[in-house]
């Protein structure tokens, strides 16, 4: 690809992408400024990363229009952008190079259920699992050793990567992609106390619903509802050993980052953000566009859109910076105190030699 | 199901069964309360879920005997009994759908080691691999991509769903659930390390032994012991992406909720609760009956029964929420000290103008 | 094996090895110290496990040097040494019980790709799947339904459990051992938001490089780079359920304990010690020998070597404990200041009846 044709590329997408320096030179890779050669596309979105520019063997750099290229090493060609990062995102997927998840078509040792579909285009890897009645739509990816229960049913265009559990009854969106080691719809946590201390299973009979363009990480965990459904919204992205619990409710476009916990019942709004290690507890609700600090530990509802929330039990991030801060004073509070229990101290003392005087 | 038949069922297990309304309707589902339609039988077991008695279409409500029925629509029948959620779980088991997790029988392609012993009534899926000489109780189900490392035992009547690893010498008990994904016995986490920075494996050369009426959900993982064995009591209740490192004991009717990490060689009491994201450090103890708060990290041993932990590191739970309070006071400290300083202030200038007078 | 024959093998690694008792005695198997009986042996590294000298059946125990051992059970006989705990170590690999993950050899089941290499010696389990072009060194052991995408390569010695995924383009070092369940070189979470609110995905095109002697535990993640590497180096130990997630680089024999997550393109030194459920934030360095107590939240780099941080966020550890001491005094606190606020009232009453005297 010739920096001309990436130019032409990424105008399709973005306003006035303006090429300085030799547009015919070839690109064959993308790769990290701080590392890349001839032959390579990279690029710089922040500031801290612009004195790469000064050393870089890069044949093309995509930077702001703000940068003053001139400066820089002649070899070195730049497509100026409003936003480089973005314009960097979609030139990668031009590079991209083709991973095979499962051959298309039905590997001969996948073991496919009675009174399955199977769409146009599908590809059911080695040792797949498709329980009986399962619906796989058109072009679907499932990957070897997959384990499809029965009554599972995947959108168009999805891709389990392999090694995939869905149980029983799993209703899977479109362009889903779900990673390897995934367990979607285990059997929620839920067990009745009995008076002598040990515990009854209740029945969870309920399902996962995924949405569409929905991307779920590897080891994640998605337990089904014990009546009704356990829902992932549409356009959801789920990081690594993330834990959803029964009944939950992930709203449109939400992100939940790695080793997050959401326990049962939770209602999650549209567009929020959960950061790694954070946890909530059961049966809350979190306002469309909540974002929940890292470690955070929710324990109770927040119903006002766009809140930061921080610390535990989380707090509005406000609040709870002016919390830590406060704490960090304590340590100026104690000699103040000290000082002012000397001055008291003093001032008696002298009240009371008046006293007797 | 008629209401009548329901009636009579739950009449088995308890006391009081009060029929208000028709009994000869049919029941073909349940539901939760806020959706559930004719034909559902749902239950309202909490006074916030009072307000739905008004617009529900369930056929059957499950309530509180002190709930005044007669108020709400004639299409409602009612069964009023003591506790209406223990009522309502124990009826969920009726209508609890079959799910087959692997036919009857040992599937074709499961690989069978020498010397396996396998009892009456068992299902083994695809592709499941049982080692050398392992013993499959009666009744037991090993779902499809199980695999079974040699000299393991199952009691009879366990279920491991499908892609459960259990690493050789592993010993389950008897009507044990093992959800997808949980890794039970690999190597605990031991390095002895050396002068020059690098670490040294310590075998480990110990089992795992899980009691009866276990169950464990998806992506756990429990760790061999060093030596000796791993022990997880009769009737404990683990859920997701939970770690149990080498040597712990857990304690009979403990439950241990998602996430949730307890170190090495730690012994943990019966009928303990510990909830999700929790932390336990190593080698220590949690008498009977403990409650461990989510989030919360134990660095000690706590050997009274029937404590409440909170925090980190974690404290008993009055303790822990005095010093939280104490700690959200600090800002009105702060504003005490400040004024008492100025008065401070005040009342010196005032001595040293009568001592200059 | 002897007493004297296991005093020569330690005398191969350790200086001055001394026995007291009957060195013709077998020992047929190790134990723990408090349950350890006639023909095992054990030992005793730490003070507070002396008292089980006096009632052990052991056969024969390690201690240290300046353990009086005349004291004890005529049946005992003793190893003293400089470090009873790493002879210990040393000893039990003589008692090690042959594991077998995979037979030697290609089972008939497994999936071998087009243009694969395959070393001498090797084992590859039941329903293995190895991708097209994959490499896999002389004695390695794969183990059943373990998966390898395409153009992965394994080093010599190296050791995958059952139940592995790596995927496409996977480096593994030699002498590794990667446990059940663990997912290598997933996608990155990667996702860049749009206006509208939802996310295009980033392609992540990078590769996961483990270096030599690594180990890692079950069900654990290790995110492939967005270009280039996400590199764990040489003697790296990690643990059960940990995330490391896209582009970090993991220094030399660090160590990183269960459910613990680094996020995006950190770069961890040498030496250190993650602690169990901590957690890095993206970005971050930390210098060689840092130690991450347990939960806590790494938000910021340490570039000093050899810190120890607690906390969240994550501070120096004295600071961290002198800060937590400071807060435990606030209710200390906050009677002093009642009292002086009770004092200057005491005084401002007497000053302004003198004012009006």
Redo the contacts between chains.
């Keep these: 690809m010739t920096i001309l044709q990436i130019r032409d590329y990424l105008q399709q997408f973005f306003d006035s992408v303006e090429l300085v320096g030799d547009g015919e030179q070839q690109v064959l890779a993308?790769?990290?400024i701080e590392?890349a050669k001839v032959g390579e596309v990279s690029f710089v979105a922040n500031e801290k990363y612009v004195k790469f520019l000064t050393s870089t063997e890069a044949s093309l750099v995509i930077v702001h229009h703000s940068v003053a290229v001139d400066q820089f090493l002649p070899g070195t060609s730049f497509l100026k952008v409003k936003d480089p990062?973005?314009a960097f995102?979609?030139l990668?997927?031009k590079?991209?190079?083709p991973?095979?998840?499962a051959p298309i078509g039905i590997?001969a040792?996948a073991?496919i259920g009675d009174g399955v579909l199977i769409g146009e285009g599908v590809s059911i890897?080695?040792?797949a699992?498709v329980?009986?009645r399962c619906t796989i739509g058109n072009n679907c990816v499932v990957?070897?050793?997959t384990?499809l229960?029965?009554d599972v049913v995947l959108g168009d265009d999805s891709t389990l990567?392999?090694?995939v559990?869905c149980?029983?009854g799993t209703m899977v969106g479109k362009r889903v992609v779900i990673?390897?080691?995934s367990?979607i719809g285990?059997?929620g946590?839920g067990?009745?106390p009995q008076s002598d201390?040990?515990?009854?299973?209740?029945?969870q009979?309920g399902i996962v619903e995924i949405g569409d363009?929905v991307?779920i990480?590897?080891?994640?965990?998605i337990?089904r509802a014990t009546?009704?459904s356990t829902v992932i919204g549409r356009?959801v992205?789920i990081?690594?050993?993330v834990?959803i619990?029964h009944n939950c409710t992930i709203g449109e476009?939400t992100?939940i980052?790695?080793?997050a916990?959401i326990?049962g019942s939770v209602t999650v709004g549209?567009?929020c953000v959960i950061a790694?290690?954070a946890?909530l507890?059961g049966h809350l609700e979190l306002a469309d566009r909540t974002q929940v600090a890292?470690?955070a530990?929710v324990s109770k509802s927040f119903m006002l859109p766009g809140m930061a929330l921080r610390g535990?039990p989380a707090q509005p991030m406000r609040d709870q910076l002016k919390?830590e801060a406060?704490?960090?004073?304590?340590?100026a509070?104690?000699e103040?105190?000290d000082r002012?229990?000397r001055?008291?101290k003093e001032?008696?003392d002298?009240?009371s030699m008046k006293g007797t005087a």
Tied chains: 1, 2, 3.
Excluded: C, W
Excluded at 197 to 203: A, D, E, M, R, T
Excluded at 326 to 331: D, E, H, K, P, Q
């Design positions: 993308p790769a990290k590392s990062y973005s995102v979609f990668l997927q590079f991209v190079k991973r095979v998840i590997a040792s073991s890897g080695a040792f699992v329980g009986d990957g070897a050793h384990v229960l029965h990567f392999p090694s559990t149980y029983d990673h390897s080691g367990v285990a059997d946590f067990f009745a201390g040990s515990y009854v299973k209740i029945p009979m363009d991307e990480g590897a080891n994640t965990t337990d009546m009704g356009g992205k990081d690594n050993l834990q619990a476009d992100v980052a790695s080793q916990g326990s549209r567009q790694g290690q946890g507890a890292a470690q530990g535990y919390h406060m704490l960090r004073s304590v340590g509070m104690k103040k105190l002012l229990d001055e008291m001032l008696k002298k009240e």
